[in-house]
């Protein structure tokens, strides 16, 4: 496009919420075929809420949730934000020996034992079974809910499932995308029950689940091997280095520091509606030059 075409296509986003950092991304946002969109704070709105608390047999809830809220304590993740607003009213107890594993869940140590809070693959890094409370956490997932499996010494004293509501215009977005030929997918850390179910309600066409934060970009650079024109649109930490790899990256306005930084295209206002408003502000851009 011109100079001047690209000027006015880059003014006409900032009027209406999409901020191009990379006048480049105004021409490639038309060639997209594939989208791929981070499930947690991107479709869905990032501050999950407890919904159930599922002690294991002989283990008092209380307990539970006293030993869940020392480990995400030490955790700076958004389920670790829910699991402290359920435990809030409840006296603390310490917890030491931080270790954080990216994807997956802490461990640390309460009261000299050893304790973890993460999903069914930390429980099955340190050979923990599932035991009584397998089948209700299956169940959990199924439903959508991200299910965080705390264990004390090895054995599994309980479930927490946290739910995050999914934005008001997602379904709408997708739908529209597909509408221009594009194809959608999601991609995310959670366990695959939970996005398929997610997936399913949003009718998204491809679904990229457990990949640990450090896999997103190469996810993204498969899709380019196979030819496809590959756009990400992501909010968190873990997203950046897919945002940098995807042909066009977008990034939630209200996300981390990161992910607006690695990003060619930020969504001021955190609607993933405006992505479609790109494309078409793309094809407007390059129609003018011709
Ligand atoms: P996403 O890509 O969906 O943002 P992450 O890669 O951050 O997900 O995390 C993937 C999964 O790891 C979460 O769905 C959760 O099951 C588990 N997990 C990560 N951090 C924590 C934590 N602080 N407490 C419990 N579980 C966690
Ligand atoms: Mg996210």
């Not at 946002?29 to 981070?38: N, Q, R, T, Y």
């Not at 000299?112 to 089948?135: C, I, K, W, Y």
Request: charged share 25%; net charge negative.
């Amino acid at each position: 496009a011109t100079p001047m075409a690209i000027m006015v296509g880059t003014g006409l986003g900032a009027r209406h919420g999409v901020l191009i950092k990379n006048a480049a991304a105004l021409e490639d946002a038309v060639k997209l075929d594939v989208i791929v969109f981070d499930k947690t704070g991107t479709l869905t709105l990032g501050a999950p809420k407890v919904v159930q608390v599922t002690p294991a047999a002989g283990v008092d809830e209380t307990d539970l949730l006293i030993t869940a809220a020392a480990l995400e304590r030490g955790s700076e993740h958004h389920i670790a934000k829910a699991v402290l607003e359920r435990a809030k009213e409840l006296p603390e107890v310490a917890a030491t020996g931080f270790e954080s594993f990216g994807g997956k869940g802490l461990r640390a140590t309460v009261d000299r034992r050893t304790v973890l809070s993460g999903n069914r693959m930390l429980m099955a890094d340190n050979g923990v079974e599932l035991g009584e409370l397998a089948a209700e956490s299956e169940r959990l997932q199924g439903a959508g809910r991200t299910v965080v499996h705390i264990a004390r010494d090895g054995r599994v004293i309980g479930l927490i499932a946290v739910a995050d509501a999914v934005r008001p215009t997602a379904g709408a977005t997708i739908r529209r995308l597909q509408g221009l030929g594009v194809k959608v997918a999601m991609i995310t850390g959670d366990n695959l029950g939970t996005a398929r179910r997610i997936a399913d309600e949003l009718g998204i066409d491809i679904v990229l689940a457990e990949v640990l934060p450090g896999d997103k970009a190469l996810k993204i650079k498969e899709l380019q091997g196979e030819g496809h024109r590959v756009g990400m649109v992501g909010d968190g930490v873990n997203d950046a280095p897919a945002l940098t790899q995807a042909d066009v990256g977008f990034a939630i306005g209200a996300g981390t520091d990161v992910a607006i930084e690695s990003a060619d295209v930020v969504l001021m206002r955190s609607d993933p509606a405006d992505v479609v408003k790109a494309i078409e502000l793309s094809r407007a851009t390059l129609r003018k030059m011709h």
